[in-house]
């Protein structure tokens, strides 16, 4: 049974606007559903996050290797196969050596037209760690937006310029380059009141960092904050909370930390 190992995906980014932000996050998880099970990697609780500044997609469990894979390859029937005392003809020995195997390894199975031979052929799982480097990208650059642009001289396109790349599969980093931009496991904290980087092993000390560092990444848990800071806010004046969930939609996508003021 294969191991399975957490991945934690960062995109840093210049200001994203808001109402690009959630259609990002469900686009960048339907393309990890979508690549992930392409590539015969078994994952569960896959789940993505974001604010402004970063766009984050978090993976609890992925398999260490792909699936193994068999396939099966219909040649000549037995009859044009094998001669009266059953030696292989000219057809088996080419079908072999155009299917990579040895005529010995041939099968015979029946089918609706009679019996034939076949080629099976296991292809093994390769690491996961191996694949990702391709694959993470592929993320990143056909994540679709409203309207992309291009920045400096570097050859990609992306809703705003990217500035740094979290990327870590079971703590160890995966190296790839999207324009200018190496892959690392550093990322940083809020643009003015804490703006400096940091390095993370691990989901867990992402978020406990992240949240030292004034950036709240869920935004449930952002959403939720703005609630409670309005209504405690409120009540200070014996006020009363006109809700618009239209707009407190669009806060929550415009700060990476809340602080309401009455």
Known sequence: MNKMK???????????PAGFIPQALSDLENLAK?????????????????????????????????RDVETK????????????????????????????????????????????VCA?????????????????PRLVLNLPFQKSMRWAEVPIRFARP?????????GEIVPFDLGTVRSGNVTYGHRFMHPGSFAVKDFKSYLQKTREAYVLVDPAERKKRIEEEMVREGASVKGKILRDE???NEINFLVEYTVALC
Do not use: C
Not at 38 to 50: C, E, S, V, W, Y
Not at 100 to 110: C, D
Not at 120 to 136: A, D, Q, Y
């Open 162 to 170: 990217i500035h740094w790349i979290l990327a870590l599969f079971g």
């Open 34 to 66: 979508k690549e992930f099970g392409a590539n015969r990697i078994d994952f569960k609780g896959m789940r993505t996050l974001g604010t402004p500044r970063r766009l984050v997609l978090f993976i609890e469990s992925a398999s260490e290797k792909q």
């Open 73 to 116: 390859k219909i040649g000549p029937s037995k009859q044009a196969a094998f001669d009266s005392k059953g030696n292989p003809s000219p057809a088996a020995i080419g079908f072999a050596k155009s299917q990579s195997v040895s005529v010995e390894a041939l099968k015979l199975i029946q089918t609706e037209k009679g019996e034939y």
């Open 120 to 136: 099976l052929k296991k292809e093994p799982g390769r690491p996961t760690f191996e694949l990702l480097p391709s694959i993470l």
């Open 246 to 248: 239209d707009l407190l």
């Open 6 to 16: 957490e991945l934690l995906l960062e995109i840093g980014t210049e200001e994203i």
